[in-house]
């Protein structure tokens, strides 16, 4: 029985990959079909979602075998101990499955010649430089862990708070944290208010902030892209006095950076629903955003999240060529229009969580040669090394 049990949730892995077409996240892909097919209980649900990342995971390395094959191989090369699903299966494999990475792959090759690491991430070519393809790729393979950021004056309660609640974490730095996933932190300390929950790398974008004593008075800041306002509440606790502006072209989700802003103690700051892919941004008229009024415009571009797709590895299943030049277009196409509003030597600091160059170098190259800036410094910010992102920013002036 407990063969068929593992062997149903093979059938039933294969049933959902087929289904879906990536044009919605997995994980809510997923939890969809499981409201629909509700007589999984929540290990088999656990189970048969662990199959069909581990699909995922191995991207585009072993597409001349079934689906059902690129599972088990995938769960193999993603497993690190014996475990029940690879003994039904795979007795063989697991007998091996401890085993380095190197080695599986060896095993894995007596049975899909021609299997590589290389072929995992799509587009290899384009990749930026600085960043070690090998470890990037391996880092694919595991969920990346959870990271927080103690805000400013609450470094000592975290501490004491993780420590009372018996919650094994690792501090990367003074303020930064690494966490279990599934932590559940809410019922023992107050988010926003004493820390975010933010990835490492995101945290690290911090270095390409422009010094403090950079400025004279409050420092304007225009967050043109705010998402969920993380790179905003750094830069709040990143200066002293600033005077904050945030603009997204979704509603939605300045309606949630709202209520974050309001739990985080930022109250003084201007909202704008902005298209900034239109030469002429709806949402911002001169009265309201002066140009050539911004010390710091931060432009967290839309991206193809590359740098982020251990966390939705589905992304590498369907990506296209193409999509990187229509990324980088419109990457260059939102920072062009904000550069009216950046005063004489003013910065703009751009920032895309991907790896590849028509994101990241090209974008830049383009901004510097076209609109006549100063590049100050840019790089990767790799966070294959913490578990955490993988991201691209650059500290350009006017």
């Not at 892995?13 to 087929?18: G, P, R, S, V």
């Not at 974490?169 to 932590?183: H, R």
């Not at 239109?278 to 009265?287: E, I």
């Given at each position: 029985m407990i063969n068929g049990r593992f062997f149903s949730y093979l059938n039933t892995?294969?049933?959902?990959?087929?289904s879906y077409n990536g044009t919605s996240p997995f994980s809510e892909f997923i939890k969809s079909f499981f409201r629909s097919n509700k007589k999984a209980g929540s290990k088999d649900?656990?189970?048969?979602?662990?199959?069909?990342?581990?699909?995922?995971?191995?991207?585009?390395?072993?597409?001349?075998?079934s689906v059902r094959e690129q599972v088990v191989t995938g769960f193999y090369l993603c497993s690190t101990e014996k475990n029940e699903f690879l003994e039904a299966v795979e007795p063989e494999w697991n007998a091996t499955v401890a085993s380095s990475v190197n080695t599986k792959l060896?095993?894995?090759?007596?049975?899909?010649?021609?299997?590589?690491?290389?072929?995992?991430?799509?587009?290899?070519?384009?990749?930026?430089?600085?960043?070690?393809?090998?470890?990037?790729?391996?880092?694919?393979?595991?969920?990346?862990?959870?990271?927080?950021?103690?805000?400013?004056?609450h470094v000592n309660s975290v501490h004491r708070k993780l420590k009372r609640a018996d919650i094994n974490?690792?501090?990367?730095?003074?303020?930064?944290?690494?966490?279990?996933?599934?932590?559940d932190l809410e019922k023992i300390m107050d988010l926003q208010s004493e820390l975010v929950i933010q990835d490492y790398s995101s945290q690290k974008t911090a270095d390409y902030f422009p010094k403090p004593e950079e400025f004279n008075g409050p420092v304007r800041i225009w967050d043109c892209c705010a998402a969920s306002g993380g790179k905003s509440i750094l830069a709040n606790d990143q200066y002293k006095n600033v005077q904050l502006t945030v603009s997204d072209n979704r509603e939605s989700v300045l309606k949630n950076l709202e209520v974050r802003f309001e739990d985080a103690g930022i109250e003084n700051y201007l909202s704008y629903i902005v298209d900034l892919s239109?030469?002429?941004?709806?949402?911002?008229?001169?009265?309201e955003i002066p140009k050539d009024y911004f010390d710091l415009i931060i432009t967290d571009v839309p991206c193809s999240g590359s740098g982020t797709w251990a966390r939705t590895p589905e992304r590498m299943r369907f990506i296209k060529e193409d999509d990187l030049q229509q990324y980088s277009s419109l990457q260059f196409s939102i920072v062009s229009n904000t550069i009216p509003y950046l005063k004489r030597n003013g910065f703009l600091l751009y920032i895309t969580c991907s790896v590849y160059k028509e994101e990241n170098e090209e974008v830049v190259e383009r901004l510097v040669h076209q609109h006549q800036l100063k590049m100050i410094k840019s790089g990767i910010i790799s966070g294959t090394a913490f578990g955490a992102d993988t991201l691209f920013a650059a500290l350009l002036t006017s």
């Open positions: 892995a294969e049933q959902i990959i087929n649900r656990k189970w048969i979602a662990s199959l069909c990342y581990a699909y995922f995971r191995i991207g585009r390395a072993a597409l001349q075998i060896s095993i894995i090759r007596q049975r899909i010649p021609g299997f590589s690491l290389e072929n995992i991430f799509p587009f290899p070519d384009h990749i930026s430089s600085g960043i070690d393809h090998k470890a990037f790729v391996l880092a694919l393979l595991r969920q990346p862990d959870i990271f927080i950021r103690i805000r400013p004056g974490f690792t501090a990367l730095d003074e303020y930064a944290i690494k966490i279990p996933t599934g932590t239109k030469l002429v941004p709806d949402g911002v008229r001169a009265s």
